[in-house]
C-alpha cells in the first residue's frame, strides 16, 4: 500500500509561516501530480495547491500570493510554504497523490491551527 507521512503542522500567530511536507512511499506506479487541500470544522473540503510532475503549479484563489507549493521528484516528496497566514486559514492539511494511472491517494491529514 501507498504510505503518507506528513509533518509540519501546528499552532501559529496570525501573520506567521508554517511549512508542511508529505513524503510518500510504496507506490507501484509513478507520479504524475501531487497537492494539498484542507477541510475546516463545518465547511467543506477545499483543494488549496497542486503540482504536477513537470513543475506547472495551481492555487486556490484564497491562497495566491501567500503559499507556495514545491516537490522533489526523487524523494516523491510535496511541501507547502505557508506564509501570511490567517485565522481563516485553520483547518486539516491532508497531501494528496495521483499516479500515472490517474488513482489518487491521500494522507491521514495534519491540525494547521491560527490563532493568536
Known amino acids: 500500500q501507498v504510505q503518507f507521512v506528513e509533518s509540519g503542522g501546528g499552532l501559529v500567530q496570525p501573520g506567521g509561516s508554517l511549512r508542511l511536507s508529505c513524503a510518500v512511499s510504496?507506490?507501484?506506479?509513478?507520479?504524475?501530480?501531487m497537492g494539498w487541500y484542507r477541510q475546516a470544522p463545518g465547511k467543506q473540503r477545499e483543494l488549496v495547491a497542486t503540482?504536477?510532475?513537470?513543475?506547472?503549479?495551481n492555487y486556490a484563489d484564497s491562497v495566491k500570493g501567500r503559499f507556495t507549493i514545491s516537490r522533489d521528484n526523487a524523494k516523491n516528496t510535496v511541501y507547502l510554504q505557508m506564509n501570511s497566514l490567517r485565522p481563516e486559514d485553520t483547518a486539516v492539511y491532508y497531501c494528496?497523490?495521483?499516479?500515472?494511472?490517474?488513482?489518487?491517494?491521500w494522507g491521514q491529514g495534519t491540525q494547521v491551527t491560527v490563532s493568536s
Open positions: 494528496y497523490r495521483d499516479n500515472s494511472l490517474g488513482s489518487r491517494g
Open positions: 510504496g507506490s507501484r506506479y509513478t507520479t504524475y501530480a
Open positions: 503540482i504536477t510532475n513537470g513543475g506547472s503549479t
